[in-house]
């Protein structure tokens, strides 16, 4: 029996500063974690596209738990000293289709005006919402499995969401939209895809700033939260990444 570590780590406002680079304590953090045995899951909000765009930055293999648990993608050389742009084996958790979902949100587009997400959005307002670069704002839009509520949210359009079977969850600063599925769920769905091939998972830690991240968290032996934005009874609250025990 194989022994590792696993640590799953938010993007925006976790590891990412608020102009979506590294932050300098985050990459020695992860690149120890990496050296001791830690296998490195990125689970976001983001694409698939993007979390693999920072993972290149950041030079080391990566898992993808991308939009909101919605999917794993576990790269052919996760487990090699190297980093490169190899396939991934896939694993869905979400049974909506992104064309249900878009479809739901422009009749309630003719509802509420003012509803704006990335389908009815220019890559300039994107880049204006959310502050992305162009490049970034491309790699946001290719969504496989959730729409992101930028502008017009409230109560109603949540109560129709839910009636057509879309489910919401808050992030820090937007709405995703999708399935019902979560980072917690996913972290558990690969840990025991990791049990069921053979290896000992001696520890979890997790990493997190918002709501949507919480699930994930209570999923973890370790959790950590920057900010405070959340609260979480058992997790520890950090301001810098050389505060996790590694």
């Given amino acids: 029996m194989k022994e590792i570590n696993l640590l799953f780590t938010d993007l ?8 979506y680079s590294f932050k300098e ?12 045995n830690f296998v490195i899951v990125f689970t976001s ?7 693999q765009h920072f993972a290149i930055k950041l030079g080391i293999p ?31 958790l979400s049974s909506l ?15 509420y005006s003012d509803l704006k997400f990335y389908e009815n959005s220019s890559l300039d307002e994107i880049e204006k919402f959310t502050g992305l670069s162009p490049h970034l704002a491309k790699l946001a839009k290719m969504r496989e499995y959730t ?3 930028f502008k017009g949210y409230s109560n109603r359009v949540e109560e129709d969401l839910i009636s057509n079977g879309i489910f919401p969850q808050k992030g820090s600063r937007f709405v995703t939209i999708g399935d019902r599925t979560d980072k917690g769920k996913a972290a558990k769905k690969l840990m025991s895809f990791f ?4 290896y000992i998972i001696k520890r979890t830690i997790g990493i997190g700033d918002g709501p949507n991240d919480i699930s994930l968290l209570k999923a973890m032996n370790e959790p950590y939260i ?10 520890r609250v950090i301001e810098h990444f050389s505060e996790i025990h590694i």
């Fill in 12 to 19: 925006d406002s976790t590891i990412l500063d608020e102009n």
């Fill in 25 to 36: 304590s985050a990459i020695e953090t992860l690149q120890n974690a990496y050296s001791k």
């Fill in 45 to 51: 909000s983001k694409t698939f596209k993007e979390e």
């Fill in 62 to 92: 990566i898992i993808y738990t991308v939009e909101n648990g919605s999917a794993i993608y576990i790269p052919e050389n996760v487990f090699e000293k190297k980093s490169s742009k190899m396939g991934c084996r896939k694993i869905v």
């Fill in 97 to 111: 289709s992104i064309t249900y979902i878009r479809k739901i949100l422009f009749r309630l587009q003719d509802i």
């Fill in 147 to 149: 729409e992101t509520i």
């Fill in 195 to 198: 049990k069921n091939n053979g």
């Fill in 226 to 235: 920057i900010g405070d934005k959340i609260t979480l009874e058992r997790a």
